[in-house]
């Protein structure tokens, strides 16, 4: 590993694929970092197929009587590893307030919304129930309330007619994948910088989120 790259740890509980598109992203230099970190709630979650031995933490959090005792082994496993960035990505427990605050102003999570719409789980099914005319994805800092925290990106697609949760799912994802990664570009950067409730873009406050582009770029909205 490169000591210069900003360090980037990863907490995930399915299959993996973003931190797969982070790997990618890595491997054919669009994304200026190293993976130091996988960590999961679930020991037999695929996600930790991705990475080497090395970079896999797993405990069972069911098998903790108490919380805050899974969450501090956690968070001294992420301090141990010294990442500048932490990314949740289809990490599926809700985070305890110290745990958040301990990391907070370099902690991420992707989530399949545009926030502020539709919190927490079943926001496919949910956007439809509501006759959205469009869904997509968010990244936003985390805080200790649930999904709450500044947006910094979205990408937006079209609810298609006969759309149902999981055709609607498919099509986020795919999105959620360069979204992602552009924004871990603009953090590894230096760009991006919690402020309060609002997001701070080259030290200038963000009122709107950015948006991905048809190329996969991030840009304010209403641009091309």
């Known amino acids: 590993m490169n000591a210069a790259k900003r360090r980037i740890a990863v907490l995930a509980s399915g299959r993996g694929s973003n931190l797969q598109a982070l790997l990618d992203a890595i491997a054919d230099g669009r994304l200026d970092a190293d993976i130091v970190g996988v960590f999961s709630d679930k020991p037999a979650a695929p996600v930790l197929q991705r990475v080497p031995d090395a970079l896999r933490w797993s405990r069972d959090a ?16 992420l301090a ?18 110290a745990l958040v605050e301990r990391f907070r102003g370099r902690m991420l999570n992707i989530h399949p919304s545009l926030l502020p719409k539709y919190r927490g ?3 496919h099914a949910r956007a439809l129930e509501a006759g959205d005319a469009e869904h997509g994805a968010s990244v936003h800092f985390v805080t200790p309330e649930l999904d709450a925290g500044a947006v910094i990106a979205q990408a ?43 997001v701070a873009v080259d030290g200038h406050t963000l009122f709107t989120p950015l948006h ?11 641009t091309e």
């Open 121 to 123: 789980l079943k926001t």
């Open 62 to 77: 069911r098998s903790y009587a108490d919380k805050a005792d899974y969450e501090r082994e956690l968070g001294d496993a």
């Open 80 to 97: 141990a590893c010294a990442p500048d960035w932490i990314v949740c990505a289809g990490y599926m427990r809700i985070l305890g307030d």
């Open 212 to 222: 991905l582009d048809c190329a996969g770029r991030l840009a304010p909205p209403g």
């Open 156 to 198: 937006r697609i079209p609810v298609l007619p006969g759309d149902d949760p999981e055709s609607l799912a498919r099509r986020v994802l795919e999105r959620e994948h360069p979204l992602l990664v552009a924004v871990l570009q603009w953090a590894v950067s230096g760009r991006l910088n919690e402020r309060g409730t609002t």
